[in-house]
């Protein structure tokens, strides 16, 4: 249970808040709408110094758009433009009319193109197990396995199959690119098949204090083998800026595993585990608590996990995927 305990600690508790409110807090003013939010994020937000942010210099720039006339549409579109200022996205603003978001996959060009790899690399009739589609590429040397989300049911069936169909492959490649996250259960179900003794992944604090330099102590996140089915041949993973959440949470992990090697662009960060509250005026908001740290206990990879291997695709040719080519070249 250990390994799990890490990231799945901090739920989020905007439904419980919005229970437990104060009633006295309970406002539809917009600068004290503005004033709770900003003061929230100043004390429990995550990645300031990472990030290098002037949060003071922030409050300035936003709090002189708020006038006494200022409509809730217009108040809406300040939290959320003042929360964009943090470039995370586990940050958002909640109301009954939008919802507010960063979107960091627009940091960087486009990677991925299902339909190039259906087309050019895939039998037309691959198979799909669970959230997996996958097959054999490069007459059979290879299994290819897709994973685009996290959906929470990644069970041992599933991966017995898997890895039982490709167990006499040169290697074998995983491609997480436009994987927005989901349930990190996934993770350690996943990597758990590719190693083979206890291995340490990562660390995880939480902040614990209204300092933007005040954690917990860091802990570790140790994945242990499965006792079942393992590979352990060459595994390619596929990452780019839309590789976001868990599965940076994964693209990190995988600097721990020697067999398995990062081909892409850099991730979109999402290590922080978001949580939130309700503003005064009922709508709610979440954003990062905690930082993921690498092995050298650095949160700099909030930014984007880095590949081992990193590569653009080139547009000009639709037939071709050119991190899936470095992929396969790499097993071969």
Not at 238 to 259: E, H, P, Q, W
Request: net charge negative; aromatic share 12%; charged share 25%.
């Amino acid at each position: 249970m250990r390994k799990y305990l890490l990231i799945l600690i901090i739920p989020f508790l905007a439904s419980c808040e919005s229970i437990i409110l104060d009633k006295d807090l309970e406002s539809t003013d917009a600068k004290t709408n503005f004033e709770y939010l900003w003061k929230q994020c100043n004390e429990k937000y995550s990645y300031f110094d990472v990030k290098d942010i002037d949060w003071d210099e922030i409050k300035i720039k936003y709090e002189s758009k708020i006038t006494d006339e200022t409509t809730d549409v217009q108040l809406f579109d300040i939290l959320g433009e003042m929360l964009s200022e943090l470039k995370d996205d586990h940050t958002n603003l909640i109301s009954n009319f939008n919802i507010s978001r960063f979107g960091v996959q627009y940091q960087s060009q486009d990677n991925f193109d299902w339909r190039i790899v259906e087309d050019n690399y895939l039998p037309r009739n691959y198979l799909i197990t669970g959230p997996f589609q996958h097959d054999f590429i490069e007459n059979n040397q290879i299994g290819y396995i897709r994973f685009p989300s996290f959906t929470g049911t990644v069970d041992d069936d599933q991966l017995d199959f898997i890895l039982n169909r490709y167990k006499n492959t040169k290697g074998l490649i995983l491609d997480l690119r436009e994987n927005g996250g989901g349930a990190a259960t996934d993770i350690f179900n996943l990597l758990a098949r590719f190693v083979e003794k206890e291995t340490t992944l990562y660390y995880s604090r939480i902040k614990n204090g209204k300092d933007h330099d005040a954690f917990g102590k860091a802990e570790p996140a140790i994945l242990t083998p499965h006792e079942g089915i393992r590979y352990q041949n060459k595994v390619m993973v596929l990452v780019d800026r839309s590789t976001y959440s868990a599965g940076s949470f994964t693209a990190l992990a995988t600097k721990a595993i020697d067999n398995m090697i990062l081909v892409g662009d850099y991730t979109g960060g999402g290590l922080g585990m978001p949580n939130g509250g309700q503003l005064p005026n009922g709508w709610t908001y979440r954003f990062s608590i905690t930082q993921a740290l690498n092995l050298d206990k650095s949160p700099e990879w909030e930014k984007g996990v880095p590949a081992d291997i990193p590569l653009q695709m080139d547009w000009d040719n639709r037939d071709t995927d050119e991190i899936l080519e470095r992929a396969i070249q790499e097993i071969l």
